[in-house]
């Protein structure tokens, strides 16, 4: 079994900064790509930023220039650094790990329980 676990979240001023932080702990056997999605109200689940396993980043338009991701690869876990947030950052912020358990498995997706990031005057 994949564990992910999410910390960093909570209520933010406009212009205020967060660090999200995720671990992932059980039998991996490889690492596709970890990162971050968010999903507001109303809204469907996107990508905000994720590291491929050769530490190229995905990161979405919203986001770039603002939010930076990194990981510990030593550790399986990865974070996101976001600056300057605005009221539609405002969303539950969800870990995500793609790899696979074992060499000949399938690759899966796996989630965190999620983190609320509010952002609000």
């Known amino acids: 079994q994949v564990q992910l676990v999410e910390s960093g979240g909570g209520l933010v001023q406009p212009g205020g900064s967060l660090k999200l932080s995720c671990a992932a702990s059980?039998?991996?056997?490889?690492?596709?790509?970890m990162g971050w999605y968010r999903q507001a109200p109303g809204k469907q689940r996107g990508l905000v930023a994720e590291?491929?396993?050769?530490?190229?980043?995905n990161v979405a338009d919203s986001a770039k220039g603002r939010f930076t991701i990194s990981r510990d690869a030593a550790k399986n876990m990865v974070f996101l650094q976001m600056y300057n947030l605005k009221l539609e950052d405002t969303a539950v912020y969800y870990c995500?790990?793609?790899?696979?358990?074992?060499?000949?498995?399938?690759?899966?997706?796996?989630w965190g329980q999620g983190t609320q990031v509010t952002v609000s005057s």
């Open positions: 995500n790990l793609r790899g696979r358990r074992r060499p000949t498995a399938p690759e899966s997706y796996y």
């Open positions: 059980g039998n991996i056997f490889e690492i596709t790509a």
């Open positions: 590291i491929i396993g050769d530490g190229s980043s």
